[in-house]
C-alpha cells in the first residue's frame, strides 16, 4: 500500500511569504505527527494530531505556524510570513495508534526561504 | 519532560568491524524507546523498538539495542558493519502515555562505513 506522501517535495519562497506544506498519511493511521529537521539539530517535533484533534501544540516554534488536519487524514503545516530561520526539511509521519507504535514517515518537504 | 543524548555526531569505523552507537534518555516515567535509521536522501524508518519484555532488541539488518534501566541507556550496536550501514542513526523515546505519545528524536549520529 502507499505509504505517507508530502507535498510538495521542494519548496523555495521569499522572506515574508506564506507557505502550505501537506501530508497525506497513511489510509487508517489515526495519529499524524510534524517534525523539523535542520541541519546539526536533528529531528524537532512540531505537532501531532490524534484524529483531527491536535493535544500537544507546544512545539510550534511561534505563532506564525499552525496546522489542521480534517477527515482525520490530510494535514496541513502553515507557516505564515517565511522567515529564513524557517528553512528546513518538514517531515510528517503517521501511525497507528498510540503507545509505541511505529511511526511511518514520509520523504519530507524541503523548504527554502531566500 | 522527556529527553535524548545522542554523544556522538559522526562515528566513522571500518567495513566488517563492529559498532556501539550510544544513546542516553532522561525521563521520570517509564518510557519506550526507538532507533530510527535515515539512509542518504531518504525518509526515517524503524530500526528496532524497546516496548516491554527482553531488554535485549533485535532489529533489521543484524542491528540490536539493550536497554539499560539502571544506565538510562540503550546503545545500538552491530557485530560487523556493511558499505550500505552508511547512515544517519537516530536514538527516540517516548513516556509511555498517559493520554497519548510524544516521540523525543535525538540529534542524530552519522555512521560512516569505510571500506
Known amino acids: 500500500g502507499a505509504g505517507v506522501s508530502q507535498s510538495p517535495s521542494n519548496k523555495v519562497t521569499e522572506k515574508g511569504k506564506d507557505v502550505e506544506l501537506r501530508c497525506d498519511p497513511i489510509s487508517g493511521h489515526t495519529a499524524l505527527y510534524w517534525y523539523r529537521q535542520s541541519l546539526g539539530q536533528g529531528l524537532e517535533f512540531l505537532i501531532y494530531f490524534q484524529g483531527n484533534s491536535a493535544p500537544d501544540k507546544s512545539g510550534l516554534p511561534s505563532d506564525r505556524f499552525s496546522a489542521e488536519r480534517t477527515g482525520g487524514s490530510v494535514s496541513t503545516l502553515t507557516i505564515q510570513r517565511t522567515q529564513q530561520e524557517d528553512s528546513a526539511v518538514y517531515l510528517c509521519?503517521?501511525?497507528?495508534?498510540?503507545?509505541?507504535?511505529?511511526?511511518?514517515f514520509g520523504p519530507g518537504t524541503r523548504l527554502t526561504v531566500l | 519532560a522527556q529527553s535524548v543524548t545522542q554523544l556522538d555526531s559522526q562515528v566513522p569505523v571500518f567495513e566488517e568491524a563492529p559498532v556501539e552507537l550510544r544513546c542516553n534518555y532522561s525521563s521520570s516515567v517509564s518510557v519506550y524507546l526507538f532507533w530510527y535509521v535515515q539512509y542518504p536522501n531518504q525518509g526515517l524508518q524503524l530500526l528496532l523498538k524497546?516496548?516491554?519484555?527482553?531488554?535485549l532488541v533485535k532489529g533489521i539488518n543484524g542491528f540490536e539495542a539493550e536497554f539499560n534501566k539502571s544506565q538510562t541507556s540503550f546503545h545500538l550496536r552491530k557485530p560487523s558493519v556493511h558499505i550500505s550501514d552508511t547512515a544517519e542513526y537516530f536514538c527516540?523515546?517516548?513516556?509511555?502515555?498517559?493520554?497519548?505519545?510524544?516521540?523525543?528524536f535525538g540529534t542524530g549520529t552519522k555512521l560512516q562505513v569505510i571500506p
Open positions: 527516540a523515546v517516548s513516556d509511555i502515555p498517559g493520554g497519548y505519545q510524544k516521540v523525543t
Open positions: 509521519a503517521s501511525s497507528l495508534a498510540l503507545g509505541g507504535a511505529e511511526q511511518f
Open positions: 524497546y516496548l516491554s519484555g527482553s531488554t
